[in-house]
């Protein structure tokens, strides 16, 4: 015995809903339930629909649970989070305190030593990336020093300042009569 649509709809409100969809797979999926609306089997709707029975009964469930809205393609939640609230309040105190030199043998906080640190309190093991990834959602930026050359002339740099450049733009010599492409 097939699973009964909703009563709350009919096939001239789900052919409107049809409509005024923007998402094209969701269309498709509101035109096949209003062709059941209408009567037609559900190997019909499937034929509609470009897809198998199951699928189509996985579309009357959703419809039935949620309505129009529950035939629109969502984006997988991913996994959670390895990292939750405790562990993030105490990665912001130890970055907003600072590395003691002594201590933890660094004079400011690399990604590496971060990601020591779940694991000595927490016997959690964080990857680089991940960790460098949770610091960006706290709204912290990996900063580093302007490299240097040893041996940069400040007057060199103040002269390239100043514009010793030549212009951008040069008129060019107009090309000669007898030269032909």
Not at 23 to 29: L, M, P, V
Not at 115 to 144: G, H, I
Not at 145 to 166: C, N, S, T, V, Y
Request: charged share 25%.
């Amino acid at each position: 015995m097939p699973i009964a649509l909703r009563t709350d709809f009919d096939a001239a409100s789900v052919r409107k809903a049809a409509r005024h969809s923007k998402d094209g797979a969701q269309t498709r999926r509101l035109l096949a339930l209003a062709a059941i609306y209408d009567g037609a089997s559900r190997t019909e709707a499937a034929r509609i629909g470009g897809v198998t029975l199951q699928i189509v009964r996985d579309w009357v469930m959703k419809f039935n649970a949620a309505g129009p809205d529950g035939l629109v393609d969502r984006k997988a939640p991913g996994q959670p989070s390895i990292l939750n609230a405790a562990h993030r309040a105490a990665l912001v105190e130890a970055i907003e305190r600072g590395p003691i030199p002594a201590a933890h043998g660094v004079v400011r906080w690399r990604i590496v030593d971060l990601a020591q640190m779940p694991w000595d309190e927490f016997l959690l093991s964080v990857s680089r990336p991940t960790l460098s990834r949770e610091l960006r959602a706290l709204v912290y930026r990996k900063l580093s020093a302007r490299p240097r050359h040893h041996a940069q002339d400040p007057d060199a740099i103040e002269a390239f300042k100043k514009g010793a450049l030549p212009p951008s733009w040069t008129r060019s010599e107009p090309p000669s009569r007898g030269a032909r492409r």
